[in-house]
């Protein structure tokens, strides 16, 4: 069963091993490789993330995802935007995990949880183009595509294309 919660650094070791990957990194807007990766900068992020936890208005806010308890990815929602009641989420999971409908119920109980502790009226998600996993999973879960953000995200000297995705409440 999957299961969002908070992080903790007690997550950094699996969190690190399923995210250095670099079939999960090319779908995702930073533009490391996996070796370029340490386990310092995973620590980083986690303890950015748990600062954020305490915050009333987070910048951003990001879940682990378990699947019957175990970690096997993350779910995040970035830019916050509080004047428009808006938000941009993100995604992974460990490749062993894909497949099984586990990033679809992910996706819905992240939009359940924003709705419940934020009210937003607008949910945004911009797939690259090349991800035809990551748009299913959106259009399974009620997104719809608004058109393509061209060459708008720059990865490492590519410049990428992107699905743009929204649902509304
Ligand atoms: C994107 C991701 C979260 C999807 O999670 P998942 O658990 O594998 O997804 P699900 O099993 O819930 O659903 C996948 C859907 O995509 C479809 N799909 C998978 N690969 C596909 C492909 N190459 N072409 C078309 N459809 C594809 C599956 O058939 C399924 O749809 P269906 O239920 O209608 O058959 C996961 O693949 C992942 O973490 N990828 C790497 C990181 C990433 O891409 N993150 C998103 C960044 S925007």
Request: overall charge positive; some cysteine; proline content about 1%.
């Amino acid at each position: 069963m999957i299961k969002l919660r908070k992080f903790n650094l007690s997550d950094l070791e699996i969190l690190y091993n399923l995210f250095i990957n670099d079939k999960v990194l090319k779908n995702l807007l930073i533009s490391f490789k996996a070796k370029e990766i340490t386990l310092k900068m995973e620590k980083d992020w986690l303890r950015k993330v748990e600062k954020e936890y305490k915050s009333k208005k987070p910048e951003s806010y990001h879940l682990a995802i378990t699947l019957n308890n175990k970690l096997i990815g993350s779910i995040g929602a970035n830019h916050i935007d509080y004047n428009n009641n808006s938000v941009e989420i993100g995604y992974w999971l460990g490749e062993e995990f894909w497949g099984n409908g586990s990033g679809t119920e992910s996706i819905k109980k992240f939009c359940e949880e924003l709705n419940r502790q934020f009210s937003f009226k607008r949910i945004e998600a911009y797939p690259f183009t090349h991800n035809k996993a990551s748009a299913r999973v959106l259009e399974k879960t009620g997104f719809k595509c608004e058109g393509i953000k061209r060459k708008a995200y720059k990865k490492r000297d590519k410049y990428m294309d992107s699905w743009m995705y929204s649902k509304i409440y």
